[in-house]
């Protein structure tokens, strides 16, 4: 699959507690390569590192990194951006041989030499460097992602056909999509590629994370399902799934007349069809502004359509497959709903094109932000040029000040008690009037209490007659959100006589609009601000509402087009609409909900396009006004030079000032130009046409300090730190045994056949036995068979011993008895996921030694991913013990990792041992549960380890290959626990013996020899 050729899931509209995670600890670049780097450049040389990797992601000066090569021209320029990474290619991460030159293109400024990594012939995700040289021959950059200190197979021990059986099969029982409420139609998918990759973990997010050999999957229908699935070569486990669907001169219009039946699509224009001819309003917009973005990319940028070579640019209107009212890019074609049809909204899924053709941007976290800015970029940028559907567009806004086409912003500031006093994350609820809090409402709280029953197992969840209303009836009434619908909270609050309803969100997220109707005003709040009012039984609180200001619709998104009914973004203040406007906004979406926050962190790569348009003060710092054209300029060369897949903010504000760099003093610049008309054959024009761009006047000194300016007003370069980003587990797993030598294992448990062959025991305040441990197969991250120890979310009471209510118990399941190897480091590892109420509920292992008493793992025996938490005062019977507890950062989600143990540290060679995995819960709330999976004893040894299979030569027979370091000794054959026979390996490590046709599982087990590890494997074959 072509990097290059990948999108994101691009829907137009985004439908616990956490610890802190233990960091992934990132390889360092080398500083004596780095000297050199230095030493060989003309002039300073500003260097950056690539946040996943630690190695460094960009290399620039303003002079010549080598400048004792010339290149006056474009093969002289690829020549010598090749010498310079087959010197430094280390510095990035990447050896030298592992750089391909991919393409070479040209543009204002020079050349770009594109290299992607691959690594023994296998093409490394996402794997790409690119080379900027100057039109004067200087290389004045490199950057962009390398997967580094690579050492793992190449061969898939899962073939293709199966990965992509899986594949489809995942995609089919549930696609990737950004909107979790989304009916998808899965009809038609097929597997469209299927790529064998190294596959860098984290990459997206710019987390650290271990590299693996990776089936890399495109699914498709090519209509509702467009996704790409990654999984383990080695397992089949998926590691990443992301839609690619995007939600925007030939062109063609398709009608689908809102039925999923393909037999009702119609092709109602084509190009030279008289326009508008029947079309209706939704279908000539459509028509409309594709050409008119084809147009612009065309005339200002010399782009012919989205690929570069001309490809038809296809819509479908009325789509019913696509969620409505929506639009989409499905890698095919844009797809619209009735309404959903303005030339912001059709420019912008045809940005989704342009930017799948160019820059690739992954679809996923600071990338995928990127990736929806820049359709929202270029929508705007059509809006602003034709002549249709402007009514204030053309009015420019005062700093901060939010359109009054916008909803009215809300302020709730608890005032009382004290300590927990403070302004909260606020939404107002569909159903409040626009002008309710316009005079401001001093609110007196109280927490409403009813039955903790079937409709709703809290006590403060609002869901059935409150069992306080004297208490309530004239005071606004707080519950917690969740088990029963908004309506009947609502509904509850009013037959109590509340004046008014607040609602606790039970998620870190931001607080939403709340649905249904009401005759008193309601308001949702952030989840911490709830907790603590609950907590407190009572508050006071004003809310007020800030008018909105400005008469302009200018950097509004999808503001006319009618089934919204009104805009859904707002680029020049986006926390108008609840969105970032700059990195450390409370309103920064951490969680991975929406792909990563695509549609919100989006505004703050929108903001930096506004500002940059417009100018204007913020975050203390002042943007000067480039003008629309001098930022798309720009933002074009960003996008098709500097931008690689997994690009993020700091990536993007760097190249942004590299690219005005690049650009400084160039004559050859041109303005946006649409074009007029173009007529059709058929009768009447359509807008937009071939047309001489005007010369855009030169990019200066100020330009650029006004891209920098605006790089520090919206925090581009920073990191996101409250969202707290990283896995619980560390996710850079070290090889189990060192360089020259080889992994022997002597246990292995996969949990395929359930927890067969485990034992458990289980202790409880009240009885019974907690909650068992379970085989799974449907967790998400691992698909294959896990065991399960359940912490259930919505049961159970913190009442202590004598509530019959409290769940608080300890679950165990215990390993058989396994005895410890004899070779060199032995290990215990294991892989889990881990989702639990942080410092309440979680897991450990503890062991008994030759048939003694259950005791901890010492701390000191974990080599990686020790337990680092603990459970608190009133926990359980895990209380004050390490633990893994909790999720990780942002979310109710647990990436899988292993856990290494030194057997040296728990019991000597020959003890037999058994492992009990403890999930210990106090008595209410939870989170999900703690997955285990490949729990592993093994040693280290300097022998080879051999691989043994089995095939059917020829009629009656069986051959046994030990394939290793010319292994020679004995096979000993045994089937359903009956000895077939001792056998020699031949000279060409081979033994044969009879059988009978069909097919048979034999346990092989090899004597070993002086070069070769003994081992025991089943193989199966069917004799012929």
């Not at 809310?543 to 087009?561: F, K, P």
Request: glycine share 10%.
């Amino acid at each position: 699959m072509k990097l290059g050729m990948q999108g994101i899931s691009l829907a137009l509209v985004a439908a616990g507690m956490v610890v802190t995670p233990i960091a992934a600890v990132a390889a360092q670049p080398d500083s004596s390569a780095i000297d050199q780097l230095r030493a060989d450049a003309d002039k300073t040389v500003t260097l950056k590192k690539e946040g996943a990797t630690g190695q460094i992601g960009f290399v620039s000066t303003k002079g010549d990194l080598m400048p004792d090569v010339a290149a006056d021209g474009k093969s002289k320029a690829a020549a010598k951006a090749r010498k310079y990474l087959d010197k430094y290619a280390p510095v990035f991460g990447a050896e030298a041989d592992q750089l391909d030159q991919s393409k070479v293109t040209t543009n204002p400024s020079g050349w770009t030499v594109e290299f992607k990594q691959e690594y023994e012939g296998v093409p490394v995700f996402g794997g790409v460097l690119k080379a900027h040289v100057d039109k004067a021959g200087d290389l004045t950059s490199v950057n962009g992602f390398a997967a580094p200190s690579l050492d793992l197979g190449t061969t898939p021990k899962w073939s293709k056909e199966k990965a992509s059986a899986k594949a489809l099969d995942l995609v089919k029982a549930k696609p990737a999509d950004a909107h979790a409420d989304s009916q998808v139609n899965t009809l038609g998918v097929e597997v469209v590629e299927a790529d064998l990759n190294v596959y860098r973990m984290g990459a997206a997010q710019g987390v650290s994370g271990k590299s693996l050999l990776a089936w890399v999957i495109e699914v498709s229908n090519k209509s509702t399902v467009r996704e790409t699935v990654v999984l383990d070569a080695a397992n089949g486990k998926p590691v990443n799934r992301y839609s690619m669907i995007h939600s925007a001169n030939e062109r063609e219009l398709i009608e689908k007349h809102n039925t999923p039946d393909t037999a009702d699509d119609a092709t109602v224009w084509v190009e030279n069809d008289a326009f508008p001819g029947t079309l209706d309003q939704d279908q000539q917009n459509e028509v409309a502004t594709t050409g008119e973005s084809y147009w612009l990319f065309q005339n200002t940028f010399g782009r012919d359509s989205y690929d570069g070579s001309g490809a038809k640019m296809v819509t479908v209107n009325n789509d019913p497959g696509i969620s409505c009212p929506n639009a989409n890019w499905n890698g095919a074609t844009t797809n619209y709903c009735s309404g959903v049809t303005s030339d912001d909204v059709v420019a912008h899924e045809w940005g989704h094109a342009y930017t799948e053709h160019t820059s690739g941007l992954i679809y996923q976290w600071q990338s995928g932000a990127l990736n929806e800015a820049y359709s929202d970029m270029w929508g705007n940028a059509v809006d602003f040029l034709n002549t249709r559907e402007n009514t204030t567009d053309d009015v420019i806004r005062s700093d901060d000040a939010c359109s009054t086409s916008s909803p009215a912003r809300v302020k709730f500031e608890i005032t009382a008690p004290e300590d927990i006093a403070g302004l909260c994350q606020v939404a107002s609820a569909s159903w409040t009037a626009p002008d309710a809090f316009a005079t401001p409402v001093n609110a007196s709280i109280v927490v409403a209490r009813d039955a903790a029953n079937t409709e709703g197992p809290s006590e403060t969840d609002g869901c059935t007659a409150y069992s306080n209303a004297a208490d309530v009836a004239g005071k606004w009434a707080y519950v917690d959100r969740g088990t029963c619908p908004f309506q009947i909270k609502a509904d509850n609050a009013v037959a109590a006589g509340a004046a008014g309803l607040v609602v606790g969100n039970n998620t870190a997220a931001a607080p939403n609009p709340m649905s249904g109707t009401s005759t008193i005003p309601g308001v949702m709040i952030d989840m911490a601000h709830g907790e603590k009012l609950r907590t407190a039984g009572s508050a006071t609180a004003t809310i007020s509402q800030t008018a909105n200001t400005a008469e302009s619709e200018r950097w509004l998104v999808g503001e006319d087009s009618t089934a919204f009914g009104g805009a859904i973004r707002d680029m020049w203040n986006p926390t108008c609409y609840g969105d970032p406007g700059k990195v450390s906004d409370e309103e920064y979406h951490c969680d991975t909900s929406d792909a990563g926050g695509v549609h919100s962190n989006s505004g703050v790569i929108n903001h930096h396009f506004a500002l940059l348009v417009d100018g204007g003060a913020y975050n203390d710092v002042t943007v000067p006004s480039i003008g629309l054209d001098k930022a798309a300029n720009l933002i074009w060369h960003t996008q098709t030079n500097y931008l690689t897949p997994t690009s993020g903010f700091p990536e993007y504000a760097q190249a942004m000032v590299t690219s005005c760099a690049d650009l400084a003093g160039a004559t050859n610049l041109k303005k946006l130009t649409l074009g007029t008309s173009t007529p059709q054959s058929g009768g009447g024009v359509t807008p937009g046409g071939a047309a001489e761009a005007p010369a855009l006047e030169p990019i200066t000194a100020a330009d650029c300090a006004a891209v920098a300016a605006a790089n520090t007003a919206t925090e581009l370069a920073d990191e996101p730190v409250q969202c707290n980003f990283g896995p619980l587990l560390d996710q850079d797993t070290p090889a189990i045994c060192g360089e020259g030598t080889n992994e022997v294992s002597t246990y292995t448990e996969t949990f395929e056949d359930g927890l067969t062959g485990w034992s458990q025991d289980a202790e409880a305040w009240n009885g019974g036995n907690g909650f068992p441990w379970e085989a799974r197969s449907d967790i998400e991250g691992n698909e294959t068979g896990v065991a399960w120890g359940p912490d259930p979310a919505d049961l159970g009471s913190c009442g202590g011993r004598n509530d019959p209510d409290d769940l608080t118990s300890r679950n165990g399941l215990i390993s058989p008895e396994i005895t410890v190897p004899a070779g060199q480091t032995p290990r215990l590892t294991f892989d889990h996921s881990v989702r639990t109420e942080a410092g309440w509920d979680g897991g450990n292992v503890k062991v008994s030694v030759n048939g003694g008493d259950f005791a901890l793992v010492d701390q000191a025996a974990y080599l990686f991913n020790a337990p680092a938490g603990a459970l608190g005062d009133g926990s359980g019977f895990l209380e004050g013990q390490p633990v893994w507890t909790g999720t990780d950062g942002g979310e109710f989600t647990g990436e899988w990792g292993t856990t290494i143990v030194d057997l040296d540290a728990v019991a000597d060679a020959g003890d037999t041992v058994k492992f009990r995995f403890d999930m210990g819960r106090d008595g209410c709330n939870g989170v999900e549960g703690w997955a285990i999976d490949n729990v592993s004893v093994s040693y280290c040894t300097e022998k080879a380890v051999p691989e043994i299979t089995a095939e059917s030569p020829k009629k009656g027979k069986v051959e046994i290959t030990v394939d290793g370091e010319r292994a020679s000794g004995e096979i000993v054959v045994t089937e359903n626990g009956k000895r077939i026979g001792r056998f020699g390996l031949k000279k060409d490590e081979t033994a044969t013996f009879r059988a009978s046709r069909g097919e048979h599982t034999y346990q092989v087990a090899y004597s070993g020899d002086r070069k070769n590890e003994a081992i025991t494997e089943t193989v199966t074959v069917r004799v012929k």
